[in-house]
């Protein structure tokens, strides 16, 4: 009895230990076992389609996977997506992974709260992500970090799960935010093979600049942009 009542009055932190220690145990097989395969999109596509009817259900497991162990590479599966499924598809697909995995995430966070969040995210990046957030209204800042390329992100569905954000809004904010990426990576993987490579270098470039301006003046964007908008909603 008395292991009972201890095991449930430590239940939070010991479902906490469960998930670090699944993130650890899954980190490990991932770059050591299967690096190789997020790498090359024709390696992933034959593991997907090793599933045969039910590869779309695998892909989708992997994309809800990406973002709950947020440490897998986002971007290198939405362009996996194009190349197995074609721009439209490919892109469907990976909103609707990413939207039940952020819903997963947010969950997981409100329900375990800061203990949670604590263990998995640096301190570095938790006053970042704090400082972010408190720019202005809460909605747009979601909507821009995950918009602009460069800013870190991958850990934001467990932080806005212990913020105010409602889950509503961080589903609505986020996917908007993700949409035009998401689309371009697609595109970029349904092309990657193709024989028109000028387009694909023009999209890499381009990619690539905004990646560096996100990184160096991401938050001077977002702080800029969260003010023009508070100064037209006071006229």
């Known amino acids: 009895m008395r292991l009972f009542e201890k095991l449930k009055k430590y239940k939070a932190y010991i479902i906490i ?5 699944f993130l ?12 190789y395969i997020l790498r090359s999109p024709k390696d992933l596509k034959n593991l997907i389609m090793s599933y045969g009817k039910y590869g779309i259900f695998a892909f989708l497991v992997l994309q809800i996977f990406q973002v709950v162990a947020f440490f897998i590479p986002g971007e290198f599966v939405q362009i996996a997506s194009g190349y197995m499924y074609g721009s439209f ?15 997963i995430a947010y969950l997981i966070s409100m329900i375990y709260g800061k203990p949670l969040v604590n263990k998995m995210v640096s301190n570095r990046q938790l006053k970042f992500f704090k400082r972010i957030l408190n720019l ?6 979601v909507f821009l970090v995950y918009l602009i390329p460069g800013i870190p992100k991958d850990i934001l569905s467990y932080i806005c799960g212990i913020s105010n954000i409602s889950l509503k809004n961080f589903i ?8 035009p990426g998401i689309i371009i990576s697609s595109y970029f993987g349904a092309k990657i093979y193709s024989e028109n490579k000028i387009m694909l270098i023009i999209i890499t470039i381009v990619v690539t600049m905004l990646f ?3 990184i160096f003046k991401g938050e001077k964007i977002i702080l800029k942009m969260v003010k023009h908008k508070s100064s037209q909603n006071d006229n």
């Open 17 to 21: 230990g469960i998930i670090i220690i």
């Open 212 to 214: 560096f301006i996100g």
């Open 89 to 103: 598809l490919g892109s469907v697909l990976s909103v609707l992974g990413i939207v039940l995995g952020s819903i």
């Open 24 to 35: 650890f145990v899954t980190a490990y097989e991932y770059y050591h076992k299967y690096m």
């Open 172 to 179: 609505i904010y986020s996917t908007l935010g993700r949409l």
């Open 136 to 141: 202005g209204n809460m909605n747009l800042v």
